[in-house]
Nanobody, 114 residues
Framework: QVQLVESGGGSVQPGGSLRLSCAVS????????WAWFRQVPGERRAIIAG???????MYDDDVKGRFTISRDNGKKMVYLQMNGLTPEDTAVYYC????????WGQGTQVTVAS
């Protein structure tokens, strides 16, 4: 059974940075495209960044130029480096395969406030 465990969230001031990590177990990690999603209360969970098997990355316009997704196939980890955070980035962040077919983890809360 696949397990997704997100970590690295926290509270930061606007302009700050955080690095999120996602540990993946029980999965054919190398054979999957991976992604980060986020959810604000009252809204749908939305994909914000993806990374293909090839290493090609893609970003939602809201985070492009500020966030960087990466993967470590040996460690079965997916990362999200977030710079230039704004209050609008406040959300719970989740990882999943890019089609979101796996059971969701608990997510990690990111709060950006003065």
């Amino acid at each position: 059974q696949v397990q997704l465990v997100e970590s690295g969230g926290g509270s930061v001031q606007p302009g700050g940075s955080l690095r999120l990590s996602c540990a993946v177990s029980g999965s054919r990690f190398r054979q999957n495209d991976w992604a980060w999603f986020r959810q604000v209360p009252g809204e749908r969970r939305a994909i914000i960044a993806g990374i293909l098997i090839s290493g090609t990355t893609m970003y939602d316009d809201d985070v492009k130029g500020r966030f960087t997704i990466s993967r470590d196939n040996g460690k079965k980890m997916v990362y999200l480096q977030m710079n230039g955070l704004t209050p609008e980035d406040t959300a719970v962040y989740y990882c999943n395969d890019q089609r979101a077919t796996l059971d969701w983890g608990q997510g990690t809360q990111v709060t950006v406030a003065s």
